[in-house]
C-alpha cells in the first residue's frame, strides 16, 4: 500500500521510482494510469485525468507528432511512420498478408468513431495505443491467424472492436490491444474451422 504520496513532473523532465521489491514502486505509475482505484486526484495539464475533458488533456499533443513518434510511450509503439513502414515492407517481402492490419486499423478507427468519439479521437486511438504495432506484428502472427481470407477478416475486425471496448469500457484500458489480440487468439482456430468448412461445401456444390 502506498500512502501520502505527492510529486510533480514538468514538461521535460524524465520521472523515475528505486526501490526493494515489494515497496510499492509499481503502484504509483498503476495509479496513474487508472489501473488501481486511488484517492486524490492526477492531474494533466491541470486537468484531472478521471474527470477532465478528453480535449483538454490532448491539447499539447498533435496528430504530426504521434504520426512522427514526437510522443512518450514504449519502444517501438510510438511513431506511426516507422510501424507503416515496416508494415508496408513485410507485406511487399510478403511475409505478412494486408487484410488483417488493414481490416484491423480501419475496425479500430471506425468502431472509435461509433462508440462516441469524433474523427480526431478515432484517429488519435489508431496512432496512439498500439494498435499500428499490434495490427502488423502481433495480430498477423502466423501460428494464431486464420488462414481463410474471410477468417482473417471477421478476426481483425472482432480484435478491433474487443479493442475499442475494452479501451472504452474496461479497467485495463493501457493494454487494451493485447487483451484483444490474446482472445482473438483462443477463438480464431473456430472461425478458422467455421469458414474452411463453408469453403469445402461450396467446392463439392461445385462439383
Known amino acids: 500500500m502506498v500512502k501520502d504520496v505527492s510529486f510533480d513532473v514538468y514538461p521535460g523532465e524524465i520521472f523515475g521510482i528505486g526501490g526493494l521489491a515489494g515497496q510499492g514502486k509499481l503502484g504509483i505509475p498503476n495509479g496513474v494510469m487508472g489501473l488501481y482505484d486511488t484517492e486524490g486526484t492526477v492531474e494533466l495539464f491541470g486537468e484531472s485525468l478521471k474527470t477532465g475533458d478528453i480535449a483538454t488533456l490532448t491539447a499539447d499533443v498533435s496528430v504530426m507528432d504521434m504520426f512522427l513518434g514526437k510522443i512518450g510511450g514504449s519502444l517501438g509503439e510510438v511513431s506511426a511512420l516507422l ?16 487484410q488483417i492490419p488493414v481490416a484491423y486499423v480501419l475496425g479500430v478507427f471506425v468502431f ?72 482473438m487468439n483462443v477463438i480464431s482456430p473456430y472461425i478458422d474451422m467455421i469458414f474452411t468448412k463453408k469453403e469445402k461445401a461450396n467446392e463439392e456444390v461445385a462439383e
Open 83 to 98: 510501424l507503416l513502414v515496416g508494415g508496408a515492407y513485410l507485406i511487399y517481402r510478403k511475409v505478412i498478408g494486408w
Open 112 to 183: 472509435s468513431f461509433a462508440f462516441g468519439g469524433t474523427i480526431e479521437a478515432a484517429i488519435g486511438t489508431v496512432l496512439g495505443a498500439s494498435v499500428l504495432f499490434g495490427g502488423v506484428f502481433m495480430l498477423t502472427d502466423p501460428v494464431t491467424a486464420p488462414k481463410n481470407a474471410w477468417g482473417k477478416a471477421i478476426y481483425a475486425l472482432l480484435c478491433a472492436l474487443l479493442t475499442v471496448l475494452i479501451s472504452k469500457y474496461g479497467r485495463y484500458g493501457a493494454d487494451a490491444v493485447v487483451f484483444a489480440i490474446l482472445f
